[in-house]
């Protein structure tokens, strides 16, 4: 049984730093892009960041209102994948998910793409 597991919400102050983890069980992880995605209160969920699997090692790819302060990375030995986010703003508060895209991959924005999800973490931005 896949399951994922994010951790690393809270709540933190206009230009503050977070460090979301989402740790994958139940799956052969390294085969899998990851993305993580967020829903802010009344909106759709939207991407935020992905990062391919061994198939293109270390390409990664983020939505301009991150890029810059958001950082994503992997650690396949430890089946878990990491969401740096540094200089938050308060428009960044909402639920982070993280999502298992299982191969053949598709398209690493669309919400569509990613067969299992975790359950969110919450991340509030205090301005």
């Known amino acids: 049984q896949v399951q994922l597991v994010e951790s690393g919400g809270g709540l933190v102050q206009s230009g503050g730093s977070l460090a979301l983890s989402c740790q994958a069980s139940g799956l052969t992880f390294s085969a899998y892009n990851m993305g993580w995605f967020r829903q802010a209160p009344g909106k759709e969920r939207e991407f935020v960041a992905a990062?391919?699997?061994?198939?293109?090692?270390?390409?990664?790819d983020y939505a301009d209102s991150v890029k810059g302060r958001f950082t994503i990375s992997r650690d396949n030995a430890k089946n878990t994948v990491y969401l740096q986010m540094n200089s938050l703003k308060p428009e960044d508060t909402a639920v982070y998910f993280c999502?298992?895209?299982?191969?053949?991959?598709?398209?690493?924005?669309?919400?569509?793409?990613?067969?299992?999800w975790g359950q969110g973490t919450q991340v509030t931005v205090s301005s």
């Open positions: 990062i391919w699997s061994t198939d293109r090692p270390n390409e990664v």
């Open positions: 999502g298992a895209d299982p191969p053949p991959h598709g398209t690493r924005r669309l919400e569509r793409t990613y067969l299992y």
